[in-house]
């Protein structure tokens, strides 16, 4: 038989591993958006140190490398003003006529599920800034939004 028709095994046929996106820009983090780094970075390294699948190591390895750039470029940001929308503000805004309530956060903190939205989404870059009562333009409506009340993040 020719080499040609011969594998020597599966793995040369899987698929790549990429190493996990990190987001762009500043790592910016709230003292809970911190901690959340830190423990997801200890849990990587119990599994790397007590893990003997090797398939199972590498992921672990891959996540390790991951948070542990998220750990070293974390910025911790400072406590939101009381008057202006800031990363880590608490903003309650009408949307279109219906009222919601976002935190603003860093990326590995976001939770959609808890209102907790990264300061880069794009919701979030026109609520920065603003004030009580200002009403602004998003989704390419005028006047889309207003910003009912603001307060600081209640876990910083």
Known sequence: MSVAFRRDSDEEHLEPKFELPIPP?????????????????????????????????????????????????????????????????????????????????????????????PFTAPLARVLIGGEVGEVLDFGGRADAIEIVAIGGAEAR
Request: no cysteine; aromatic share 6%.
């Open 25 to 117: 820009g500043l790592n910016l983090v709230t003292t809970a958006g911190l901690a959340i780094i830190e423990a997801k970075l200890a849990e990587v390294e119990a599994l790397i140190a007590t893990e003997p699948e090797e398939k199972v190591l590498a992921d672990a390895k891959r996540q390790w490398r991951y948070w542990i750039t998220r750990k070293t470029s974390a910025q911790l940001a400072p406590p939101p003003p009381a008057d202006r929308v800031a990363f880590g503000s608490r903003v309650r805004f009408t949307l279109n006529g219906a009222e919601r309530e976002v935190t603003l956060v860093g990326s590995d903190e976001a939770e959609g599920a808890d209102d907790k939205i």
